[in-house]
């Protein structure tokens, strides 16, 4: 692995790696060492961000001009380049994110097979023949690109998310601005650089790191950026749309989610027990399809409550480098007190607190951002822990007695990105398939699971309403062209 701990690292702008103009640089500080710094990384202001955009406006036309065969290619070379530097770049993005390495692997190969698939999708069709009332014309759709696509990305998931951004919005012709969350912008820089080895010419792809408040806004404000999407909070999620819509940019949204799991009276507890932990405490709670409520049905909540506190104690919190580390530590020092103050609040309000809702001892964890995983019991609708997103490794279970209460409970929440429901009953599932209000539903599996060639999108709340992923793609990516042609 390259050594980054003393490595700057710089804006990447018409195919240059760049300092910023402010010549300010902030560490990237490892989650589980406090004291361990992954990298230095750009403080960038407002003209990096409008020299970005102009090499990939400058650099839009001759791309756009390109086959979808042609920009496949590049794509190819990328997944390869990312695929050779898989360990290193899985070992950086713990250190830097503090999700376990095996988590890390997983997530670099998924950002592998997404290059692949949008690659592909460069040979596929872009249009159909519609017939037209004239029986000498021929009149046909097909698309065209949107032009330069500011890109806004998370943490939590510093590799998959940009590239599931990144592919589709080359692939149909568009280039881009990328702005990572500048707790993984190291990650975020390698993965660059796999671009950069694929031999894209320069402008198609440009990264800046630096504040929301600074480089976000100056993407939300750009006029020659012509659309945004942006995966994070609900409240800036807001304010990129309310900023796009202004100035008429085209933009795409997916934000929180407070994801439910029902565990019906004939459910398979041990299968349903595993798929809420796995769910709702793998990368530290930080998805934003981590299951955060538990609504059980009565007849069997004791004993799913008394499986789940047995799973949950043997749970190992560590380094994500660490051998047998089954949770890491939360990403920052915000986040850490971001999920303590959730915890403090539910504690407040009445919710019974079974297990965790600390932080852990322990010396070699002295130095970390970690928290114990936390189980309430007794949380009903109103409170907080059951209705705002926390972003952490906290289960809140409810008790009710019917399908009809666990349904009506689920849904009682602003946000509809994922859901799940564990039975043995086929009524049961098409009932919920056909009430759960959200975008992702999943039978007798966790909430958390996202394949890349299916669309990913919520309800409500969580997102513009839009779709990212599999082929469903190209319909924010492209703007649909109607051809008439008379002979």
């Known amino acids: 692995m390259t050594e980054t701990a003393n490595r700057t690292f ?34 960038s202001v407002r003209e990096d961000l409008d020299e970005a955009a102009a090499a990939a406006r400058g650099a839009a036309k001759a791309w756009s001009r390109l ?70 014309a021929l009149m ?15 943490w939590n998931f510093p590799v998959a998310i940009p590239v599931w951004k990144m592919a589709p919005a080359l692939i149909y012709g568009n280039t881009v601005v990328f702005k990572p969350a500048q707790e993984t912008a190291v990650t975020a820089a390698l993965v660059i ?28 404000d750009h006029p020659h950026i012509q659309g945004i999407t942006f ?12 900023g796009a819509l202004k100035r008429g940019a085209k933009y795409q949204l997916e934000m929180g989610g407070k994801n439910p799991v029902i565990v019906a009276a004939d459910a398979d507890l041990d299968l349903a027990v595993e798929a809420t932990i796995s769910g709702g405490l793998r990368s530290t709670g930080q998805k934003c399809t981590a299951t955060s409520r538990v609504i059980v049905q009565s007849a069997v909540y004791e004993e799913f409550k008394r499986k789940l506190l047995e799973k949950v104690g043997q749970i190992r919190v560590g380094s994500g480098l660490e051998e047998g580390i089954w949770m890491g530590p939360c990403a920052s020092r915000a986040q850490l007190d971001t999920v303590l103050g959730y915890i403090e ?62 349904l009506e409970t689920a849904n009682d929440a602003e946000f509809g990105l994922s859901a799940s429901i564990f039975t043995r009953d086929i009524g049961s599932m098409l009932a919920f398939i056909r009430e759960m209000d959200a975008g992702l539903v999943r039978i007798n599996a966790e909430s958390a699971g996202v394949e890349l060639q299916a669309p990913f999108g919520g309800m409500k709340q969580s997102s513009s309403h839009s779709r990212e992923q599999g082929q469903a793609a190209i319909e924010f990516f492209t703007a649909i062209k109607t051809v008439f042609v008379k002979g």
């Open 10 to 43: 710089l804006n990447y702008i018409g195919g240059q790696w760049k300092a910023s103009i402010s010549g300010e640089t902030v560490p990237s500080i490892n989650p589980a060492n406090r004291l361990e710094t992954v990298g230095l990384v750009q403080q």
């Open 67 to 136: 086959s979808g065969a042609a920009r496949g290619e590049f794509l190819y070379k990328a997944a390869n380049a990312l695929e050779r530097r898989l360990d290193e770049v899985a070992t950086v993005m713990t250190r830097e994110m503090g999700k376990t390495l095996p988590e890390a692997k997983g997530e670099t190969a998924r950002g592998v097979a997404i290059l692949r698939y949008y690659a592909g999708e460069g040979m596929r069709k872009v249009g159909d023949v519609i017939p037209s009332s004239d029986s000498d």
């Open 140 to 154: 046909f759709t097909t698309r065209a690109p949107l032009g330069v696509v500011g890109v806004i990305t998370p």
């Open 193 to 220: 650089e796999c671009f950069e080895e694929a031999g894209l010419p320069a402008g198609v792809v440009n990264m800046v790191t630096g504040r929301g408040t600074v480089i976000g806004q100056a993407i939300i």
């Open 231 to 242: 995966t994070g909070s609900d409240q800036v999620g807001k304010q990129v749309g309310m």
């Open 345 to 406: 609040k539910g504690k407040q309000e009445g919710a019974k607190l079974l297990c965790g809702g600390g932080v852990p001892g322990g010396e070699e964890l002295r130095q970390g951002f970690y928290v114990e995983p936390t189980v309430f019991d007794g949380v009903s609708r109103e409170m907080t822990i059951a209705r705002e997103e926390i972003f952490g490794p906290v289960l809140a279970l409810m008790k009710v007695d019917t399908l009809e209460e666990a």
